[in-house]
């Protein structure tokens, strides 16, 4: 089973809030997770990832959580802003390179 | 910034044509990938490709699905026979290295419509 889950397909924010994204998975062989922004009519476009041995991962207003134990990995993006508005997908990937998309979030951040 | 580029970005087909998608992944990439999203659906894994041969495939990638380096800087996704539902986006990634801390760079994708 190599499932990843995002489930909460919408989230609206204001901007300079915080915007937290989750995602959980099932399968405990996954070796890093990446988060992937993506606009319409655009490819993924890779924001941060994380190592499965690591427990954060903090790249500027973008911070990856993973909890083991719990199978669960969110994103934290402070400040939020406008332009942040797209859909996220969380992936987990295998060192051979296969990467197991969640279904992805569509983000809002209100002016 | 490197960028990868993918041709054309629509394509309409004729279910049972024979449809070739092209990639031109970063220059200094030697890993490289397939994926496809059908309409409201998962971005799906379909094949991944290195050192001129397949590494691993998805059970998605099955006999009518093939790919290929033709040359130094191209790399296709060839589906022989196109079935309705094979109408999805197709995205090709590229990799520097196979460790984890390096991410798949995507592109744009190709639209491809079977009628």
């Known amino acids: 089973d190599q499932q990843v889950k995002q489930n909460s397909p919408s989230l609206s924010v204001q901007e300079g809030r915080i915007s937290i994204l989750n995602c959980d998975y099932t399968n405990s062989m996954f070796d890093y997770f990446l988060w992937y922004k993506k606009y319409p009519a655009e490819g993924p476009t890779f924001l941060i990832s994380i190592s499965s041995i690591k427990d954060k991962n903090e790249d500027g207003r973008f911070t990856v959580f993973l909890n083991k134990s719990a199978k669960h990995l969110s994103l934290h993006i402070v400040p939020s802003q406008p332009g942040d508005s797209a859909v996220y997908f969380c992936?987990?990937?295998?060192?051979?390179?296969?990467?197991?998309f969640g279904q992805g979030t569509t983000l809002q951040v209100k002016p | 910034e490197p960028e990868v580029t993918q041709t054309p970005s629509h394509q309409v087909t004729q279910m049972g044509q024979e449809v070739i998608l092209r990639c031109v992944p970063i220059s200094n990439h030697l890993y490289f990938y397939w994926y496809r999203q059908i309409l409201g659906q998962k971005v799906e894994f379909l094949v991944s490709f290195y050192n001129n041969e397949i590494s691993e495939k998805s059970e998605i990638f099955d006999d009518q699905f093939s790919v290929e380096r033709p040359d130094g800087s191209n790399f296709t996704l060839k589906i022989r026979s196109t079935k309705l539902e094979d109408s999805a986006m197709y995205f090709c990634a590229s990799k520097f290295d196979s460790y984890s801390n390096q991410p798949q760079h995507f592109g744009d994708g190709t639209r491809l419509s079977i009628l």
């Open positions: 992936a987990g990937g295998f060192n051979t390179g296969k990467l197991i």
